[in-house]
């Protein structure tokens, strides 16, 4: 029988969409749907870039300012190395394994290990997670491109301690400013991801981390030898003060921990989807963590030899980075061009985790939608820009809006988001992983890192999920 090309092409073409329907619901697909990383190192520079952001260079160092210095230092380090790093790893492992949307990779994670789809809530509560981090991350990041311009223009050459704060005041207390550029920073996060992974998100990374890294060391440099503080600045940082630690001060260390690593929401579980196999888990969670508190314990010792060579306070809270830096580099020498630089290095780390927070959910949306990843990336953004006006309202019209303990939009997504959803998305994961993630997807997983499986199994059954909850204890009584 003559079969005209026509319909040789309608029968290829059928044969690829019934693989491509079943390779939705299938476990161990070499490579996900969304795209892949090109190479482990992408895979490094995508995670660190998800890591690497606000966290750690403006809320870490106001943290460290209010909470004793030292002690939080010490409790966040004791985190990090506890409970983060084995849910980084479980995180990964359970993306690479799944290579699908959080949702959609615990939906068939836990059928093959035979447990109840239910485990999903870990990707549900996830994206509502994002969605909650990025209406205040997105909001904070405006402020730092706006604070680009401000810097360059010389806006704060000179600049005396009331001037600054009257400053941040006004740009704040101004709805259409903080709109706008809240607007103009969630537009660059929806441009990048509508791209897809490999155009729009590696590319992003592959530029803007080595320019962080060069940024950071620069500044570093700078403050440690203008400054005449550096000794100051890292006594602060690492001699532990025990007055103003208090267990307040414990779950905000835990909270920074899971914050800063990107954990406990499927961020990272997302990026893990995209990377190639056949590299260790382990030693790239390792190196994950370790650039991220790098540029945390960095990003303090830019901060406070600037404080402190200025006579100005390190417990002034948020507003560390917005009034307190602006009067540090007012009366420094070439603080008008390294005070561009450091909003600059704010701005990109911004916006490499910015497109992480949104992964999820677009992922979700282009595998259960036709909607397509642009339009995807559009709608999924524009629900965060939604809520994030409340966030960017809580500043000027929206002050008064406040509930129980005073806690303003901002606040409240800042509070339950860091402090509740993450630790408890973490401790889901740390159980599902420890205990009931079949033993095939674990082995295949972690075939690169016999060595250290048994370490990172009991921290991840026993010490993170027991850790989170001490901590939750601790703070509720
Ligand atoms: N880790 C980023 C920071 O420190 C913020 C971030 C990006 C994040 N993706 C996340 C926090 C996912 C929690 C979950 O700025």
Known sequence: MYVGMDDLWIQVKMVTIKLRKRGRGMLNQSESMHGMWSSRLMFIFAAAGSAVGLGNIWRFPYLAGENGGGVFVLAYLGCIALIGIPILVAEILLGRAGRQSPINAMLVLAKASNASPAWSIIGWMGALAGFMILSFYGVIAGWAMAYVADMVSGNFVGIEADAAAKSFDDFTGDPLKVVGWQTAFMALTITIAARGVGRGLEMTVRYLMPALFLLLVVLVLYSALTTGHFVAGLTFLFQPNFDDFSSNSLIMAMGQAFFTLSLGMGAIMAYGAYMPKGSSIVGTAATIAVLDTGVALMSGMVIFPLVFANGLESSAGPGL?????????????????????????????????????????????????????????????????????????????????????????????????????????????????????????????????????????????????????????????
């Open 321 to 477: 980075m917005f009034i307190t830096l602006p009067i540090a580099f007012g009366q420094m020498i070439g603080g008008q061009i390294f005070g561009t630089i450091f909003f600059v290095l704010v701005s990109f780390a911004a916006i490499t985790s910015s497109i992480s927070l949104l992964e999820p959910a677009v992922a979700w949306v282009v595998e259960k939608t036709r909607l397509g990843r642009a339009r995807g990336a559009v709608l999924v953004g524009l629900i965060a820009w939604l809520l994030g006006l409340g966030s960017a309202l809580s500043f000027n019209l929206g002050a008064e809006w406040t509930l129980t303990n005073g806690m303003n939009f901002f606040d409240v997504m800042d509070y339950v988001s860091n402090n509740i959803l993450l630790p408890l998305g973490g401790i889901l994961i740390a159980i599902f992983t420890g205990w009931l993630l079949s033993e095939d997807q674990l082995q295949a997983q972690l075939a690169e890192d016999q060595g250290a499986l048994p370490v990172w199994r009991f921290l991840t059954r026993f010490i993170a999920p027991l850790g989170v909850l001490i901590v939750f204890l601790v703070t509720i009584f």
